[in-house]
């Protein structure tokens, strides 16, 4: 079955084509990304409004160029998947509308998926991919979840945050320190230059039993210590890229140690990481170490699937269609809030 697959939940408009009839990554036939994070950096974040118009503007082009990459044409699609949620829910009602309407008009099955099963499943476009079982890390802008994936669609969830997402921090912290939106890369390259002995951040949650998280403490410790370098004067470059390395251990250390507690707890000899932080490289770093001396092993997507892309729904989307789940025709999906 070879299914077009629809992103548009937040700033980037992706589409991708996968085929059923191949297996992993072979399957991805094309695939295109338009990321709108340029218009948004003016405003230190996105703009709901702004980010619909966009994506009305962009798909269809983008939609015609995948088709041409994978030498197809409209015809020839066989299913059409879309991210209905979570998301903003204008930007997710321009992806929603868009894939019924070919459908109808194709005369195909459409369906809507869940975003953040996109980003789970996303390192199964890899050539290393990971078998099922395996605990899956899900750190994104809007969630930091470990979850037992038994296999598509088996989802147990372990822990998740109980207040901020770990790119939320990432973000947040980035606007203290007075760093480009979005944060996480920012706050990553000036910590490469930070001393890490110099402060230490707490790990929060980590001194009781449990896979939560937190991490709006972190937020305000990384505030209090700017602001008393700053009432000091002492607060220059290199204090700057100290505290940010502080920051960046904290997040980093803590989503380790529960990677870690999620691996015993649950036996499984597989970690997947996925979502936005996932590029993070420290923490690929770290959590290379520490699957490596329990014997278990760490799967990633590739960079550019890491972030939001057209190809995680594309996959997704094809199972789940080649599998038999449908849209009600017609009936389109945009769940802004969408546990
Ligand atoms: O998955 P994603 O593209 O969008 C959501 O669904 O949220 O994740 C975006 C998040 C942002 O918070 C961004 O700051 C963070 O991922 N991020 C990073 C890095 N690259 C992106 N955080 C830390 N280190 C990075 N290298
Ligand atoms: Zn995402």
Same mark, same amino acid.
């Given at each position: 079955m070879r299914v077009l697959g629809i992103e548009t939940s937040c700033d980037e408009t992706g589409v991708a084509i996968y085929d059923t009839s191949r297996q992993g990554g072979d399957g991805l036939l094309a695939d295109a990304l338009y990321s709108q994070v340029s218009m948004h950096a003016e405003y230190g974040g996105v703009v709901p409004e702004l980010a619909s118009r966009d994506h009305t503007r962009k798909l269809l082009p983008l939609i015609e160029q995948v088709l041409a990459e994978a030498k197809m044409t409209r015809a020839e699609l066989?299913?059409?998947? =879309?991210?209905? @949620?979570?998301?903003?829910?204008?930007?997710?009602?321009?992806?929603?509308?868009?894939?019924?309407?070919?459908?109808?008009?194709?005369?195909?099955?459409?369906?809507?998926?869940?975003?953040?099963?996109?980003?789970?499943?996303?390192?199964?476009?890899?050539?290393?991919?990971?078998?099922?079982?395996?605990?899956?890390?899900?750190?994104?802008?809007?969630h930091?979840?470990?979850?037992?994936?038994?296999?598509?669609?088996? =989802?147990?969830?372990?822990?998740?945050?109980?207040?901020?997402? $770990?790119? &939320?921090?990432?973000?947040?912290?980035?606007?203290?320190?007075?760093?480009?939106?979005?944060? @996480?890369?920012?706050?990553?390259?000036? $910590?490469?230059?930070?001393?890490?002995?110099?402060?230490?951040?707490?790990?929060?949650?980590?001194?009781?039993?449990?896979?939560?998280?937190s991490f709006s403490g972190l937020k305000t410790h990384t505030l209090t210590t700017l602001r008393q370098h700053e009432e000091a004067g002492t607060l220059d470059a290199q204090t700057r890229a100290d505290i940010t390395r502080a920051f960046e251990e904290a997040v980093v250390d803590t989503l380790v140690i529960k990677c870690r507690r999620a691996l015993d707890q649950t036996g499984l000899k597989r970690i997947v990481m996925a979502g936005g932080v996932s590029a993070n490289t420290r923490l690929r770093e770290r959590l290379?170490? &520490?699957?490596?001396?329990?014997?278990?092993?760490?799967?990633?997507?590739?960079?550019?699937?890491?972030?939001?892309? @057209?190809?995680?729904? $594309?996959?997704?989307?094809?199972?789940?269609?080649?599998? @038999?789940?449908?849209?009600?025709?017609?009936?389109?999906?945009a769940t802004p809030r969408w546990p």
């Open positions: 066989e299913g059409i998947a =879309y991210t209905a @949620g979570p998301g903003l829910v204008g930007a997710l009602m321009v992806g929603a509308s868009t894939a019924h309407g070919m459908a109808r008009a194709l005369d195909i099955p459409v369906l809507g998926v869940h975003h953040m099963e996109g980003h789970l499943l996303a390192p199964m476009l890899e050539e290393k991919a990971p078998a099922f079982p395996f605990v899956a890390l899900l750190v994104s802008g809007g930091t979840q470990l979850v037992a994936v038994q296999g598509l669609g088996e =989802y147990t969830l372990l822990g998740e945050s109980v207040d901020d997402a $770990a790119g &939320e921090a990432f973000d947040k912290a980035a606007k203290m320190l007075g760093l480009a939106y979005p944060g @996480g890369p920012e706050v990553a390259r000036l $910590a490469e230059t930070g001393d890490p002995k110099r402060f230490r951040f707490p790990r929060p949650m980590t001194d009781r039993p449990g896979l939560d998280f290379a170490v &520490e699957t490596q001396k329990r014997g278990a092993e760490a799967f990633y997507p590739r960079g550019r699937f890491c972030t939001d892309n @057209g190809a995680m729904i $594309a996959y997704v989307g094809a199972q789940r269609l080649a599998a @038999g789940e449908r849209d009600v025709p017609g009936e389109m999906q």
